[in-house]
């Protein structure tokens, strides 16, 4: 298991951008899946976007183009680099690991999961 911790999160006018950051503790193992997550109130949790162990990228459809998914192997860090808000992209955002994808994004029956940082667009 590994601990997550975001931030980054924040208000802002629509068109923006904003860093959201997840800082890794412990082993994810060799064949990991990382990435993020959003939910907003009395919905389902959406896959967002995902960066395996060979460095390989996945994005939902709703954010192509928008946002940039990566990783700082040295220090432990996935990031997400979001452009061009929208009021839509208002959520929670949370940042999941897991030994496997499922649907592109971290498997989320196996995943180990951060408390969420908030974007609110307005």
């Known amino acids: 298991h590994v601990q997550l911790v975001e931030s980054g999160g924040g208000s802002v006018q629509a068109g923006g951008s904003l860093r959201l950051s997840c800082v890794v503790s412990?082993?994810?193992?060799?064949?990991?899946?990382m990435g993020w997550y959003r939910q907003t109130p009395g919905k389902e949790r959406d896959g967002v976007a995902s960066?395996?162990?060979?460095?390989?990228?996945y994005y939902a459809d709703f954010v192509k183009g928008r946002f940039t998914v990566s990783k700082d192997i040295f220090k432990k860090i996935l990031y997400l680099q979001t452009r061009n808000l929208e009021f839509e992209d208002t959520a929670m955002y949370y940042c999941?690991?897991?030994?496997?994808?499922?649907?592109?994004?971290?498997?989320?029956?196996?995943?180990?999961w951060g408390q969420g940082t908030q974007v609110t667009v307005s």
């Open positions: 999941a690991s897991a030994p496997g994808c499922n649907g592109g994004f971290p498997a989320p029956y196996l995943a180990d």
């Open positions: 412990g082993y994810s193992g060799p064949n990991y899946c």
């Open positions: 960066i395996d162990s060979d460095g390989g990228t």
